[in-house]
């Protein structure tokens, strides 16, 4: 599958964005997905994804409350809305694919199958 992130940008501390993953696959709703972020010298991590099977979401603690996932399968795409930026949140954002298991899908980066080409959000202070 491949996938495609867009949305990114600046913005100010407090505001919001929506990112947005389209996928090229038509089993889009066989695969997990979730969005990851890299800062600069820091470890990628998860942030947020949705389980196939039932639409479970997960979300890491630093931005619960704060940023939604969700699909929209007629349009095989993946969105992120983030509200209440802070300027922690300045990344790289990888949109991210999966069609095994869940748990290690959001645990280990590194066990992720596909991913898209990231998208830089910055948010100032």
């Known amino acids: 599958v491949q996938l495609q992130a867009s949305g990114g940008g600046l913005v100010q501390a407090g505001g919001s964005l929506r990112l947005s993953c389209a996928a090229s696959e038509r089993t889009f709703d066989s695969y997990h997905m979730g969005w990851f972020r890299q800062a600069p010298g820091k470890e990628r991590e998860f942030i947020a994804g949705?389980?196939?099977?039932?639409?479970?979401?997960q979300y890491a603690d630093s931005v619960k409350g704060r940023f939604t996932v969700f699909r929209d399968s007629v349009k095989s795409t993946l969105y992120l809305q983030m509200n209440s930026l802070k300027p922690e949140d300045t990344a790289v954002y990888y949109c991210?694919?999966?069609?095994?298991?869940?748990?290690?899908?959001?645990?280990?980066?590194?066990?992720?199958?596909?991913w898209g080409q990231g998208t830089l959000v910055t948010v100032s202070s």
């Open positions: 991210a694919a999966d069609h095994r298991a869940f748990y290690p899908f959001y645990s280990d980066y590194t066990w992720v199958n596909y």
């Open positions: 949705i389980a196939w099977s039932d639409s479970s979401a």
